[in-house]
């Protein structure tokens, strides 16, 4: 029999331990826990917000599996609290969770666009392409009042330098303006996650993302405004998702979509404890057979850090999701160009030298 959700609009069901803390909160035993404050199975958990003091917002990733050597992260945490997120340990290095604290406790970068543009004004900085974001989602709920992804748009279009954005919220159709005019001289492509088609899935997986409908209609969106779009396929989460992938793809394509990819899940650190909770309490009958296919595309793992190996898994059943990738990308046309975009129209506002050089 299925549990309840038991934190309303949640995706984690409770904080497993951080790795790097000796300190840990645990429940207590079941004859002494009249003594203990708990929290009520069906409360809603507020989000708070904390001020990042960082004084850098360009992350630098030498990992030959990405496409990207800079990447940029306005939020640390995100609300929309999906149970598979590859980024929720990393919660931890800020002394949280990587449970309900990833998704409830959110780091924001009120100064990020100030810090890009003074990035982008040294004289040391080669026009490149940055990706937005590598970690967390750039258009999560805060975004709506905050605006710090649309400021720091602002002074990609100011510099001419290119950006590529990954989400799976519609939030991204508000700066419709300046993608339109990044798009118009080649310096932004869009990417619009998938996972699931399913909205019962989808809003058990990613409870506070757009509905799969809302992101079609986002791609759409886009690509009738002249801006390049593509879907990404992730995770694939084998025994459950898998044989989605040629209408995720379908689906896509009949939206404007263009270039198309896949990762598979990989579930590191306290993330399987996370995700496994949730597969016991939503889909309890599925529990197995998606264990045993995670582990028969990771060498009996749940997780695999190996370049080259950790975005898609090895083995017959990793090649058979490769192959039903692959086939549907041919089909329906996907990936047939590649996407360069423009460098050559970088530039530093002459503004911005002089605020520079009289301080």
Request: glycine share 6%; hydrophobic share 35%.
């Amino acid at each position: 029999m299925k549990g309840t959700r038991p934190f309303i609009g949640r995706g984690a069901g409770f904080n497993p331990p951080n790795r790097f803390e000796s300190l840990k909160m645990e429940s207590p035993p079941a004859e002494l826990a009249d003594y203990f404050e708990l929290p009520d199975p069906g409360q809603k958990i507020p989000t708070r917000f904390y001020i990042d003091h960082s004084h850098s917002i360009l992350s630098k990733n030498d990992s030959p599996d990405l496409g990207f050597t800079y990447s940029i992260n306005p939020y640390r945490g995100c609300e929309h609290g999906c149970v598979y997120c590859y980024a929720r340990p990393s919660h931890e290095y800020l002394g949280f969770s990587s449970g309900l604290d990833f998704e409830s406790k959110i780091m924001v970068k009120l100064k990020a666009p100030e810090l890009l543009a003074s990035e982008f004004s040294k004289s040391s900085w080669h026009p490149q392409t940055v990706v937005f974001s590598g970690n967390t989602d750039c258009y999560q709920p805060a975004e709506r009042k905050l605006q710090i992804t649309r400021r720091c748009l602002e002074v990609f279009l100011r510099f001419r330098n290119p950006v590529s954005l990954i989400t799976k919220n519609a939030l991204i159709q508000r700066d419709m303006d300046i993608l339109k005019d990044l798009a118009s001289a080649n310096l932004v492509f869009v990417i619009i996650t998938l996972t699931t088609l399913r909205q019962e899935l989808a809003g058990k997986l990613e409870p506070r993302a757009a509905t799969p409908r809302k992101r079609l209609a986002t791609i759409e969106a886009l690509s009738s405004h002249g801006i390049s779009v593509g879907v990404n396929v992730a995770p694939v989460i084998p025994g459950l998702t898998e044989t989605e992938i040629p209408e995720i793809l379908r689906e896509a394509s009949e939206s404007g979509a263009r270039h198309a990819g896949q990762t598979t899940l990989r579930l590191s650190y306290a993330l399987k404890d996370i995700f496994l909770e949730w597969l016991k309490r939503e889909y309890p009958e599925k529990l197995n057979k998606v264990v045993s296919h995670i582990r028969s595309i990771r060498g009996g793992r749940l997780s695999e850090s190996e370049f080259g190996k950790r975005m898609t898994g090895e083995g017959p059943l990793a090649h058979a999701i490769e192959n039903l990738f692959q086939t549907s990308c041919r089909k329906y046309h996907f990936n047939e160009t590649l996407v360069r975009l423009s460098t050559e129209q970088f530039f530093r506002p002459q503004e911005t030298q002089l605020s520079l050089s009289w301080g």
